[in-house]
């Protein structure tokens, strides 16, 4: 049985720093496509970041280039993704995600993603 277990999100002000983490049983991360969601109050879930197996091909949606860090630790078998400069545009619920191919292929559809998280809520203030 494939569990995902976000954690790490919480209240910061603009300009803070937030690591979140995802841990996984059931399921290699590090052998797996990895990503990291989030939705906003009505609007549409969203790719934030990617992963394919042993952190090769990291990317980003344009709005958190160079601001956010996915990664992951295999031992720990845990996904991470390190937020810096936080903006209140990055207010949202952050859910990771995990599809059984070892590469992303560009895929980032929700759908593409069987296996999800509960979500870990992170809130940015001005």
């Known amino acids: 049985q494939v569990q995902l277990v976000e954690s790490g999100g919480g209240s910061v002000q603009s300009g803070g720093s937030l690591r979140l983490s995802c841990a996984a049983s059931g399921f290699s991360v590090s052998k797996n496509c990895m990503a990291w969601f989030r939705q906003a109050p009505g609007k549409e879930r969203e790719g934030v970041a990617r992963?394919?197996?042993?952190?090769?091909?990291?990317r980003y949606v344009d709005s958190v280039n160079g601001r956010f860090t996915i990664s992951q630790d295999s031992a720990k078998n845990t996904l991470y993704l390190q937020m810096n400069s936080l903006q209140p545009g990055d207010t949202a619920m952050y859910y990771c995600?995990?599809?059984?191919?070892?590469?992303?292929?560009?895929?980032?559809?929700?759908?593409?993603?069987?296996?999800w998280g509960q979500g870990t809520q992170v809130t940015v203030s001005s």
């Open positions: 995600a995990g599809m059984e191919d070892p590469y992303c292929n560009s895929r980032w559809n929700q759908s593409d993603f069987p296996h």
């Open positions: 992963l394919s197996n042993h952190m090769s091909f990291p």
